[in-house]
Every structure is written in structure tokens, then in C-alpha cells.
């Protein structure tokens, strides 16, 4: 596995402005930045993603299906409910892992369910930015496995 998507969703290009509180300070150019290093010590080829419309992120991923090997997704708020972006992510031919940067069990109950878990070989929440680390080593697993 060497090339991998990094998804991120609605709202995800605020961050280290909002809610620091839950989502920490780091911004998204800071969490992509430690994810490239953490890509080029692992001989890993990224492609981040963001957007805040569910279309954009559904025609992301058919674009990449024949480029990529794998993907985190932190697909924010549409975890909870787009049946249209667990589809997208069921239709492509590589492994998912869900990451979230708060611990959505801990959430609001309408937080605590994840349509997209179920096509993705794991779901990873609450270790704030290090939280799409662990996705990707989840994915390494997968390749040595």
C-alpha cells in the first residue's frame, strides 16, 4: 500500500479556530503537514483532500479509485447520516479507515452512530490529530497482514 487519500469533510478547514476546545488548535495545513512526514518515513504517497460538500468528497473518491490504495476519511457531520458517501466509499476497490479527532462515543447521541463504520475495515476517535496517525497505521496492518 503506498498510495493514500486523506478525506477530510464539512467544516474540517476550520480547525485551530473552532471549537478548540473538542478539535484541538492544530490547523488542517498542520495536521497535513505531520501526516506527510509520517508519509514520506513510511514511503507513502498522499493525497488530502477537503471540502464541505458531500458531492465534492463522493466525486473525489471515484475520481481516485484507480490511484488509490487506501484512505482515511474524517467525513465530520456526514458520518451521521450520508448514505451517499458510505456508497461512495462501498463502491471503490480499496480499505477505509474512519478517523474522528473527538471521541464521538463520549458525544451527543446523534454523534454516537456512524453510518460509514460498517464499510470500513476500522474506525478510529478521540486521540485529536494523532487520531488520522493511527488510521494510517491501521492501513500499514492491513498491507503486512
Not at 504517497?45 to 468528497?57: R, V
Not at 467525513?75 to 473527538?102: C, K, M, Q
Amino acid at each position: 500500500m503506498k498510495h493514500i487519500l486523506i478525506v477530510h469533510g464539512p467544516n474540517l478547514n476550520l480547525l485551530g479556530e473552532r471549537e478548540p476546545e473538542v478539535y484541538g488548535s492544530m490547523t488542517l495545513a498542520d495536521i497535513n503537514a505531520e501526516l506527510e512526514t509520517f508519509a514520506q518515513q513510511h514511503h507513502l504517497t498522499l493525497k488530502n483532500f477537503q471540502s464541505n460538500h458531500e458531492g465534492g468528497l463522493i466525486d473525489f473518491i471515484h475520481e481516485q479509485r484507480h490511484w488509490a490504495d487506501g484512505m482515511v476519511i474524517n467525513p465530520g457531520a456526514y458520518t451521521h447520516y450520508s448514505y451517499a458517501l458510505r456508497d461512495a466509499i462501498a463502491g471503490v476497490n480499496f480499505s477505509t479507515v474512519e478517523v474522528h479527532l473527538s471521541d464521538i462515543s463520549q458525544r451527543e447521541d446523534f454523534r454516537k452512530v456512524s453510518v460509514i463504520e460498517p464499510v470500513c475495515v476500522a474506525q478510529v476517535s478521540g486521540l485529536g490529530w494523532k487520531s488520522y496517525i493511527a488510521g494510517l497505521e491501521k492501513l500499514l496492518d492491513l498491507k503486512k497482514a
